[in-house]
């Protein structure tokens, strides 16, 4: 898993209410993403960040934001959740070189 | 707009012969592409990739093809095992740019 926890594993919310979802890291590496996946849809990204309080925005960003205080956690936050963000998140992580290594996902489910 | 698309959904390959897999992508920009192999309730794990500078790469069972003119890529599985399963994403990268665009993925079934 390349050193790299996503938690909670699973999580049940309802409409409208906040949700943050945390990914760790320990290979210190600089690059970190979240993207979701999704049947036809494959996996979107919805943000990433390149460093410390630097972040950009993915091809699915509407209705997320991220935060990064630290090297090692990469935040992603829904602030009102809805039923189209229910899904399965991934947390990846990236020295800048290829391959990206990802973590092993959060379930959401928003009702 | 889909920049990287895998239209095949699923394809089913008897054990012992060849699976292909297939991508294509639209924007030029892209120089490096990847494969990864996602199984139920896991992460996708990385597989193979190749740099646009190459139109081939092989590592053991696994060739990967790029065809740049047709901005296309292949993933070639010789023989094909049960253990391989699985879902297929290829994804691709720009030069000077951190974002990774996946495709749709392929759900390859290779039937003992």
């Known amino acids: 898993d390349a050193g790299i926890t996503q938690s909670p594993r699973h999580k049940v919310t309802e409409t409208g209410t906040p949700v943050t979802l945390r990914c760790h890291q320990t290979?210190?590496?600089?690059?970190m993403y979240w993207y979701r996946q999704d049947p036809g849809h494959g996996l979107r990204l919805i943000h990433y960040?390149?460093?410390?309080?630097?972040?950009d925005k993915g091809e699915v960003s509407d209705g997320y934001s991220v935060s990064r205080s630290k090297t090692e956690d990469f935040l992603l936050t829904l602030e009102s959740a809805t039923s189209s963000q229910t899904s399965v998140y991934f947390c990846?992580?990236?020295?800048?070189?290829?391959?990206?290594?990802f973590g092993n996902g959060t379930r959401l489910t928003v009702t | 707009d889909q920049q990287v698309k895998q239209n095949s959904p699923s394809l089913s390959v008897q054990e012992g012969r060849i699976s292909i897999l297939n991508c294509d992508y639209t924007?030029?920009?892209?120089?490096?592409f990847l494969w990864y192999k996602k199984y139920p309730a896991e992460g996708p794990t990385f597989l193979i990739s190749?740099?646009?500078?190459?139109d081939k790469n092989e590592d053991g069972r696994f060739t990967v093809f790029l065809n740049k003119s047709a901005k296309h890529l292949s993933l070639h599985i010789v023989p094909s095992q049960p253990g391989d399963s699985a879902v297929y994403f290829c994804a691709a990268s720009g030069s000077g740019t951190y974002k990774y665009i996946f495709g749709t993925g392929t759900r390859l079934k290779v039937l003992a």
């Open positions: 924007n030029s920009m892209f120089d490096y």
């Open positions: 960040s390149y460093g410390v309080k630097d972040t």
């Open positions: 290979e210190n590496h600089r690059y």
């Open positions: 190749i740099s646009s500078i190459k």
């Open positions: 990846a992580i990236g020295t800048g070189a290829p391959p990206l290594h």
